[in-house]
């Protein structure tokens, strides 16, 4: 293999996994599954379906605005920070993202990140599901997105929550009770017509 890398008749080694990690983060789907290989076989796997439409347009929307793209590192760590995942990020694509305003810190002592306000705008306009409720998730990835969903969401109710990031709405009502209590967020107004807000 080295012998045809040095003579230019194929590319770098490993360069074909590298687009097919980019191409499935910049079109939303799921990355490519290798967790069935054995040391007999590769098995590949790629998934057609859309995991996020709202972090689908985010990252191409930013790639079209850039002369010079992010890279696939870069989107792996957008897409980590998406599920709510703060740990194992490429260190030099975290500076890069953070130094542009596309991922911020939202707790510096734990060092977790959220994406930048256009993605939750994104799902707010659209009413797109945040991918990283779609799966399993973790209780504090879900109340991250839920806080993220209020902040962009004055006055928003349990009803449209629910709906936002596709959750059942007594799952819903049981992540709001748990934020005020941690006096996080408050509720204002009637039980009819009042809604969440974030604590200042």
């Given at each position: ?7 230019g008749?194929?590319e ?5 996994v590298d687009k097919?990690?980019?191409?499935c983060?910049m079109?939303?789907?799921p ?6 290989t054995d040391?007999?076989?590769?098995d590949?796997r ?9 972090f689908?347009?985010?990252v191409?929307e930013?790639?079209n605005?850039r002369k010079n ?5 870069d989107?792996?760590?957008?897409d980590r920070v ?7 990020l490429?260190?030099e694509?975290?500076e890069?993202l953070?130094?542009?305003?596309l991922?911020?810190l ?28 779609n799966?399993?998730?973790n ?6 997105t ?6 962009h969401n004055?006055?928003?109710n ?9 959750i059942p709405?007594r799952?819903?009502a ?5 934020l005020?209590?941690?006096n996080?967020?408050?509720?204002r107004?009637?039980p009819?017509t ?7």
């Amino acid at each position: 293999m080295e012998v045809l890398e040095k003579t230019g008749e194929v590319e770098r080694s490993g360069q074909g996994v590298d687009k097919m990690f980019y191409i499935c983060l910049m079109e939303g789907k799921p990355l490519p599954d290798y967790s069935q290989t054995d040391e007999y076989q590769v098995d590949l796997r790629l998934q057609a379906r859309i995991v996020d439409e709202a972090f689908y347009i985010f990252v191409n929307e930013i790639q079209n605005r850039r002369k010079n793209k992010l890279n696939v590192f870069d989107l792996l760590t957008l897409d980590r920070v998406r599920q709510g995942i703060s740990t194992d990020l490429f260190e030099e694509s975290v500076e890069k993202l953070q130094s542009e305003g596309l991922i911020k810190l939202l707790n510096p002592e734990s060092a977790e990140f959220i994406l930048c306000d256009f993605y939750y705008d994104i799902i707010k306009q659209s009413g797109s599901v945040n991918g990283s409720v779609n799966g399993s998730v973790n209780g504090s990835d879900l109340e991250k997105t839920i806080l993220e969903i209020i902040r962009h969401n004055d006055n928003i109710n349990i009803k449209k929550i629910s709906e936002l990031i596709n959750i059942p709405y007594r799952t819903a009502a049981r992540y709001l009770a748990k934020l005020k209590e941690e006096n996080l967020i408050e509720f204002r107004g009637s039980p009819k017509t009042g809604g969440y807000y974030l604590k200042k």
